[in-house]
């Protein structure tokens, strides 16, 4: 891995214009560790654009320094370029006419007359020399951006980061740490392989952010001790501990926390599975005040507040047929290929797919996947 290390510091000094693409609804720390990536490149003073397509972006990290910076649309076109070959007939001049439905470009020899022969005619490459994947687990879970600009992603290399098990590592480079506990904590290793002492007050800031994000400040049962100790040195580096904490823990909507005990009332256990399982309907929803991003939240309060399981299923029955399903794993299980029939997409803790039916049919769809294929834990 430090040998990956060093190629992604290669081409981050030889690289002049990067763009930085996260997955659709990103986490706390994805959008940590691509924000610090932003503010060391520009502290390089190279050019960089943070991407979200399809937005999706959680408001409670617009804290985070340069965070009204990523941008959830990107028109990326090539230049037309028309060569002009001077070896016969040097241009003295060039001009242009433009009318409603044609741009007609007037060239003016020195000597003699050009010719066809004389004019070719190109796409020039990409703007970017560089791509940038953060917490991106494989490139089609960018959906709809992917498939329209997968030209993009064939002529420019990619850097994929990431410390999901369900990664493809399609980059050139591919940054995926099983080990890691948050992507911060691989760009944090990053940083420092490039230089330390690029780290001010808000790269600090925003890798912890990532760190405090992903293991709900400190609590999740796979914080490591590396975590912990590059959370400590974030700190002495200026991070704002108490400012993350205080937007990120301490601002719960009431929906959230009206949703949250409707869900415990309804929590069941499966030992043999080693699962909590919660479901609300769509009245539980409307009578909590609930909104989008808070049911979606409810999965994250389960995975760190409930130490009895280490697989938990959240199920939010929105119509009479239909039932968003979330999932979150404690444990090294790969949700995103165990479920991938649901066409499942990265959710604030997990993975998050719908299921046509009820929640007692999406139930028991769920348990029985679970129950042929997951080993034992």
Not at 348 to 377: H, M
């Given at each position: ?81 028309i060569d002009i070959s ?213 999965i994250a309060q389960m ?33 995103l290929s165990l479920f ?38």
């Amino acid at each position: 891995m430090q040998e990956v290390n060093q190629q992604a510091v290669s081409k981050l000094r030889a690289g002049s214009n990067f763009l930085i693409i996260l997955p659709p609804h990103p986490d706390g720390d994805v959008i940590g560790a691509a924000l610090a990536l932003r503010s060391l490149l520009k502290k390089l003073e190279k050019e960089v654009t943070v991407l979200c397509p399809n937005s999706g972006l959680d408001t409670k990290f617009s804290f985070l320094p340069e965070f009204e910076h990523i941008e959830t649309e990107l028109k990326i076109t090539k230049n037309f370029v028309i060569d002009i070959s001077s070896k016969r007939v040097e241009v003295e001049e060039l001009s242009y006419k433009k009318e409603q439905d044609r741009l007609s470009i007037y060239l003016k020899p020195k000597a003699g007359q050009l010719e066809s022969s004389d004019i070719s005619f190109r796409s020039s490459n990409f703007p970017f020399d560089f791509v940038i994947c953060v917490g991106v687990a494989s490139l089609d879970q960018l959906g709809e951006y992917y498939s329209a600009n997968a030209e993009l992603f064939f002529e420019t290399p990619v850097m994929n980061i990431d410390h999901s098990g369900a990664n493809e590592n399609y980059g050139q480079i591919n940054l995926v740490k099983l080990n890691a506990t948050s992507n911060a904590e691989i760009v944090f290793d990053l940083i420092n392989e490039y230089e330390s002492s690029l780290i001010d007050q808000n790269i600090a800031t925003q890798l912890l952010t990532g760190i405090i994000a992903r293991t709900n400040s400190f609590q999740h049962a796979r914080t490591t001790p590396a975590a912990l100790n590059k959370a400590s040195q974030l700190i002495g580096l200026g991070g704002d501990q108490q400012e993350i904490i205080k937007q990120i823990f301490k601002t719960k909507s009431l929906g959230l926390l009206k949703l949250w005990g409707r869900s415990l009332a309804r929590l069941k256990l499966f030992p043999d599975l080693n699962l909590a399982l919660s479901q609300v309907n769509l009245s539980d929803i409307q009578k909590s005040g609930a909104l989008e991003e808070d049911v979606e939240n409810i999965i994250a309060q389960m995975a760190t507040q409930l130490g009895v399981a280490k697989i938990f299923v959240f199920l939010a029955e929105k119509q009479t047929n239909s039932t968003q399903c979330f999932l979150a794993a404690a444990a090294p299980v790969d949700l995103l290929s165990l479920f991938a029939q649901y066409q499942p997409r990265s959710a604030a803790a997990g993975i998050k797919f719908v299921i046509p039916g009820g929640s007692a049919f999406a139930e028991g769809q769920i348990l029985q996947l679970l129950q042929t294929n997951l080993p034992k834990l």
